[in-house]
């Protein structure tokens, strides 16, 4: 069964870092592209980074770019997010997401979710 587990998420003052992981099982993971998607308390999900199969193109929401950075790496099955320049609006519960499908823009649809880990920036 395909799994996406994430963890490093915590709680950080503003202008601090974390670095959130994806563990990845049950699917060929070199294969796909993922992403990072965040949803704030009642708010819809935003797509904040996507990575390509073999981790040579990124892409980023404007809200996180230059702040944020996507990874991954193939032979350990994991996904990356390093956070720095954290800012309130950052708080989230943030999923990995296994994308199945690329469009130009580039947009991106999703067939698998982790489970969330929260981030919480606040002094």
């Known amino acids: 069964q395909v799994q996406l587990v994430e963890s490093g998420g915590g709680l950080v003052q503003p202008g601090g870092s974390l670095r959130l992981s994806c563990a990845a099982s049950g699917f060929t993971f070199e294969n796909y592209w993922l992403s990072w998607v965040r949803q704030a308390p009642g708010k819809g999900r935003q797509w904040v980074s996507a990575?390509?199969?073999?981790?040579?193109?990124?892409y980023y929401a404007d809200s996180v770019k230059g702040r944020f950075t996507i990874s991954r790496d193939n032979a350990k099955h994991t996904l990356i997010l390093q956070m720095n320049s954290l800012k309130p609006e950052d708080t989230a519960v943030y999923y990995c997401?296994?994308?199945?499908?690329?469009?130009?823009?580039?947009?991106?649809?999703?067939?698998?979710w982790g489970q969330g880990t929260q981030v919480t920036v606040s002094s």
């Open positions: 997401a296994r994308v199945s499908r690329v469009s130009s823009g580039p947009t991106f649809e999703y067939d698998y």
């Open positions: 990575i390509n199969s073999g981790g040579s193109s990124t």
